[in-house]
């Protein structure tokens, strides 16, 4: 299968700072990347489509001001999480696919003290 | 947008049993995929099935498109199949995915 790796593994962040999360494809080019969030004991919720070359979809109610996306190669897209709040605490999850299939990175714990 | 439900919402199971995992959907899809999510958070493909039939080792899964369900079936379950179990389903273009609830799964020795 394709494989996908996020950057970092966990990241522990003081409220009001900014983090940002990398999201790569290692053996395939990927013009669409997704972003999931998951809080403890719940789904993986959609939280965006990042586009390369293009702006990114949000989905309802996710703030776009607040979760940056960048797609800026066909095998890298950025998750920034701009002034980080304790309630922005949660595991993002990013997604590509080389086909029909979705593959999923590692997941990024963040943790907003 | 479309509705994903997953049944049971919990199982527990001594080692060796079998058991059949539930997932509805409300509209057409044209991507349905099952999927493991270890304690650590990764998910791990089992199947990608948006009709049909497939098997690998133990599991299999069964997807009747007609009629809107698919079920994931694991035989003679082990200590390491403990974990949720999610089903995502996608409709129209871009591959995005919309998950189920999951099935968290205990098997005890």
């Excluded at chain 1, 669409?32 to 979809?57: C, D, H, I, V």
């Amino acid at each position: 299968g394709a494989v996908v790796s996020q950057h970092p593994s966990r990241v522990i962040c003081k409220s009001g700072t900014s983090v940002k999360i990398e999201c790569r494809s290692l053996d395939f080019q990927a013009t669409t990347m997704f972003w999931y969030r998951q809080f403890p004991k719940q789904s993986l919720m959609l939280m965006a489509t990042s586009n390369e070359g293009s702006k990114a979809t949000y989905e309802q109610g996710v703030e776009k001001d607040k979760f940056l996306i960048n797609h800026a190669s066909l095998t890298l897209s950025t998750l920034t999480v701009t002034s980080a709040h304790p309630e922005d605490s949660s595991f993002y999850i990013c997604s590509a696919s080389p086909g029909p299939e979705q593959f999923f990175g590692p997941g990024t714990r963040l943790t907003v003290l | 947008g479309i509705q994903v439900e997953q049944s049971p919402p919990d199982l527990i199971l001594q080692e060796g049993a079998n058991s059949t995992l539930r997932c509805n959907f409300s509209d057409s899809v044209n991507n349905l995929q099952w999927f493991h999510q270890n304690p650590w958070g990764q998910l791990i493909n089992l199947f990608y099935i948006p009709s049909g039939t497939k098997q690998n080792g133990r599991l299999s899964a069964t997807t009747v498109a007609t009629e809107r369900y698919s079920l994931l079936y694991i035989s003679s379950s082990q200590t390491t199949d403990s974990g949720v179990y999610f089903c995502a389903v996608g409709s129209g273009g871009y591959n995005k995915l919309i998950f189920g609830a999951g099935t968290r799964l205990a098997v005890h020795p």
